[in-house]
C-alpha cells in the first residue's frame, strides 16, 4: 500500500516516523554519554530539533497542498498531511512551555531550609565533582554575582536564592517530626527515595541524613537529594548537577518526597 502512495506523502509519513527517533537518539545519547548534555539537549534537540521540526511542517504544507488539489479527493492523504502538521505544532507548544517553565523556575537548588540548607557529605560531593556538576550556590549571594548566571535579567541579579525560593516555593516548609524519633523518620526517608526510584541511597542515622540520586529518564539528568533530621522536624534539599533551570522539577520533587514521608511517620 506503501508504494502506491503519491511523493509527498511518502515524504511525510517517512518524516513522521525520523521524528520520534531523532529525539529519542538525541536524549539516550545523553544519557549513555555519547556526548554531553549540552549537545544532547541544547544543540540536538533544541536546536536541531527545530530545524527538523520545520523540516516535517514544511513537507506537511506541500502534501496538503497536493492532496487539496488531487482529483478524486483523498481524505487518508489529506489526514497524513494535517498529522504532518499537527505533530510539530505540538512539539513547538513543548519547546514554548519549557521555555516558560524555565522562565518560572531560574534555579536548580531548592531547600526548605533558606538559612541554613543542608549541606552533602564528601561522597556526594565527590561524585558530583567527577561528573562535572555545578558547584553549590551560597543562598544569600545575589544570582548577579554567582558566575553560572551570568547575564540573567536584572530584576533576578538582585536576588539570592534564598528571596526566590520564599517568593516561587512558597508552600514547601521542613516536616514536623511529631512523635517520630531519630531512627523511624530516618528510615521513613529512605523507604520513600526508594520508592521514588532514587539511586545511591545513603543513611546516617548518627547525623540524621538520607542522601540519594534522581536521575531523568531520558537524558539521565542526576539530581542530588538530601533530607536532614532535625530535633523537630525534617528539612529537605534538592540540587541538579547540571544546568541553571530545573523547570521546577526541584521544588516538585521536594514536594512529592515530603508528602510521601509526612504519609509514613503519620504527620502532615
Known amino acids: 500500500m506503501f508504494k502506491t502512495l503519491p511523493w509527498h506523502t511518502k515524504i511525510v509519513l517517512a518524516l513522521l516516523a525520523f521524528l520520534p527517533l531523532y529525539f529519542a537518539v538525541s536524549a539516550l545519547g545523553t544519557k549513555i554519554g555519547i556526548w554531553s548534555w549540552q549537545?544532547?539537549?541544547?544543540?540536538?534537540?533544541m536546536g536541531g530539533g527545530t530545524i527538523v521540526l520545520g523540516i516535517v511542517a514544511l513537507a506537511a504544507v506541500v502534501s496538503l497542498i497536493f492532496a487539496v488539489r488531487a482529483k478524486p479527493r483523498s481524505n487518508g492523504l489529506l489526514?497524513?498531511?494535517?498529522?504532518?502538521?499537527l505533530a510539530p505544532a505540538a512539539a513547538f507548544v513543548v519547546f514554548l512551555s519549557a521555555g516558560s517553565k524555565a522562565g518560572d523556575n531560574p534555579i536548580h537548588?531548592?531547600?526548605t531550609d533558606t538559612a541554613d540548607p543542608p549541606m552533602f557529605s564528601a561522597e556526594t560531593m565527590a561524585a558530583r565533582e567527577e561528573d562535572g556538576a555545578n558547584a553549590l550556590s551560597d543562598y544569600q549571594t545575589p544570582l548577579?554575582?554567582?558566575p553560572l548566571y551570568e547575564g540573567v535579567a536584572p530584576e533576578l541579579a538582585i536576588k539570592s536564592h534564598a528571596q526566590i525560593i520564599t517568593d516561587r516555593y512558597a508552600s514547601l516548609a521542613p516536616l514536623p517530626l511529631a512523635g517520630a524519633n531519630r531512627a523511624d523518620a530516618v528510615a521513613a526517608v529512605a523507604a520513600a527515595m526508594g520508592n521514588m526510584g532514587f539511586t545511591d541511597i545513603r543513611t546516617d542515622t548518627d547525623t540524621g541524613t538520607v542522601e540519594g540520586?534522581?536521575?531523568s529518564f531520558w537524558f539521565g539528568f542526576?539530581?542530588?537529594?538530601?533530607?536532614?533530621?532535625?530535633?523537630?522536624?525534617i528539612d529537605f534539599r534538592s540540587v541538579s548537577r547540571v544546568g541553571r533551570s530545573d523547570l521546577g522539577a526541584n521544588a516538585d520533587r521536594i514536594a512529592d518526597l515530603?508528602?510521601?514521608?509526612?504519609?509514613?511517620?503519620?504527620?502532615?
Request: overall charge negative; hydrophobic content about 45%.
Open 79 to 85: 489526514a497524513v498531511a494535517i498529522i504532518g502538521l
Open 39 to 45: 549537545t544532547g539537549l541544547m544543540a540536538l534537540t
Open 213 to 215: 540520586v534522581s536521575q
Open 109 to 111: 537548588d531548592v531547600a
Open 222 to 233: 542526576k539530581d542530588d537529594v538530601i533530607a536532614r533530621i532535625g530535633e523537630n522536624e
Open 144 to 146: 548577579g554575582e554567582l
Open 258 to 268: 515530603r508528602g510521601r514521608v509526612a504519609g509514613q511517620i503519620g504527620q502532615r
